[in-house]
């Protein structure tokens, strides 16, 4: 089992039945042993010194301030339409908000584990990837062998959301590294505790908006900043996915924004520091759902409209959008159906890999904790092949951006990870779980992404439920952090 980079003193730890070497790789201290238990019980009986590193002085505190910062400065630009001075200037009133939305873990539900058996020819991996193509590349490179010299068993994944496919490879490499070190076939476990405190994690981000809005409530110019961690920086996708300047992973979902907006300028910092960042469920949709539509929101409400009708009147006749809303709404019985007291509705409608989904979640409060009971989806993926699969990739969404709304954060103090399992860092419980229904729009359309969309609505649709029960914008994720009472 890899521990962290850093010299051990491993006299007690060889002393575990069981136990068969520790090791020094690359990435720390490897334990081999006959199996899980006594390689985790020897590594806790390591006296380790350890490297502090580059990133030892970072804390969320300090990155939030940061960020909040940089969020009040011009950035790069990423779309601008019309002339948005011009149109702040010009409107009748103007309201400005700021969202911060944490690091997160991706928590998969079995732990990152990889099996190799490494010949001076040819190696053999099994293991749970999302990414076989440059984990064989990275593994071969690694081991010293050609491309065509390594095998990849493909195991289920036991939850991926994107950690699994990782453009450095890391847990690949390692095991790789471990496999070199050891001399014949190992297993390399990473415990929950491992990869909570030292994997990869979805950026934090911090958003400034200031809309000008004209006296019939429409929005007349938009000014959205974004500060966040690039994801593909460094990365062999950076070629292709940063075009000047601009990462389109951290602006996805804002600087594609459907709204009828005369003017509009989305803008993008990238800061770097020390925090190994990549792609999480839904990517950059995963923040950029929650600013823009509960922005929406609040613009209708400011204005006294409908969000449903006011959304509607800023989309285009032709827009998809319209779909999944009106499904969505009508099953939901929106503007219709009488709630049970202390409950409210909160709409929030999304595109991401091409596919639309409109969610309504029906929210109430008891003492400052959250209850969201059903949440009514709609879903435009073009032709449906298999109505089943559809389903259960929404409800997988859906579950999946509700545990990141209402509990979801890692910090970090003095450049340590503070979380590190399910006690601290807790998914949806049981008891927290919604009825939910989801629709699916007949489209002759071509199919589209499934296994993401279903994720970004879901905190938008809450956040904008709970101002209707409370009359509290909620602009910063978790949810359970803030003051609902």
């Known amino acids: ?81 019309g002339d948005i001075a011009k149109g702040l200037t010009a409107a009748h009133q103007s309201i400005t908000a700021e969202y911060e939305l944490p690091y997160l873990a991706h928590a998969a539900m079995e732990p990152l584990n990889v099996v190799v058996d490494l010949k001076p020819d040819h190696c053999t991996l099994w293991t749970g990837t999302q990414m076989q193509t440059m984990d064989r590349a990275m593994a071969a490179a690694t081991a010293g062998l050609k491309p065509e010299q390594v095998e990849i068993h493909t195991t289920f994944l036991g939850g991926g959301f994107g950690r699994r496919a990782n453009p450095r490879s890391d847990f690949v490499i390692e095991a790789v ?118 922005m929406l929101d609040e613009l209708a409400h400011l204005s006294g409209h409908d969000p449903l009708a006011y959304r509607l009147d800023l989309l285009p006749a032709d827009s998809r959008y319209r779909g999944v809303l009106n499904l969505a709404t009508a099953k939901a019985g929106w503007g219709k159906q009488k709630l049970p007291t202390g409950h409210a509705y909160g709409l929030a409608v999304h595109k991401a890999f091409d596919s639309y989904v409109a969610e309504i979640a029906e929210v109430s ?73 989801v629709h699916i729009v007949e489209s002759q359309e071509p199919p589209t992404g499934i296994g993401e969309p279903g994720t970004p609505p879901i905190a938008p649709a809450v956040a904008n439920a709970l101002f209707a029960l409370t009359g509290k914008r909620v602009r910063r994720m978790p949810f359970d952090q803030e003051n609902l009472a």
């Open 365 to 437: 409060l008891n003492k400052g904790k959250i209850q969201v009971h059903r949440v009514i989806a709609a879903v435009d993926c073009g032709q449906i092949i298999n109505p089943d699969g559809v389903r259960q990739q929404i409800e997988g969404g859906i579950v999946y951006g509700l545990s990141a709304a209402l509990h979801g954060a890692i910090t970090v103090e003095k450049g340590r990870v503070q979380q590190s399992n399910f006690d601290d860092y807790p998914p949806l419980r049981f008891s927290e779980m919604p009825e939910i229904e």
């Open 177 to 294: 590294q471990v496999a070199k070190a050891v001399k014949k076939p190992v297993k390399v476990v990473w415990t929950r505790e491992d990869d909570m405190r030292g994997g990869y994690y979805r950026p934090m981000w911090a958003d400034k908006i200031t809309v000008g809005i004209a006296k019939n409530g429409k929005p007349l110019a938009w000014k959205h900043t974004i500060v966040g961690q690039s994801i593909v920086v460094d990365t062999p996708f950076e070629g292709f996915l940063v075009k000047n300047g601009i990462d389109i992973t951290s602006v996805e979902g804002a600087a594609t924004l459907p709204y009828l907006i005369p003017n509009l300028q989305v803008e993008l910092h990238s800061p770097k520091n020390a925090v190994p960042v990549q792609w999480w469920r839904s990517v950059g949709h995963s923040h950029t759902a929650f600013v823009v539509e509960t």
């Open 1 to 81: 089992m890899p521990s962290q980079k850093g010299h051990a003193k491993d006299s007690a730890a060889r002393k575990v039945p069981g136990v068969e070497g520790v090791y020094q790789v690359p990435t720390g201290i490897a334990v081999a042993a006959s199996g899980f238990w006594p390689a985790n019980t020897a590594r806790d009986l390591l006296t380790i010194e350890w490297e502090a590193g580059a990133g030892a002085e970072l804390s969320t505190p300090k990155l939030r301030a940061e960020y909040l910062a940089l969020a009040k400065q011009p950035g790069a630009v990423a779309r601008s339409d």
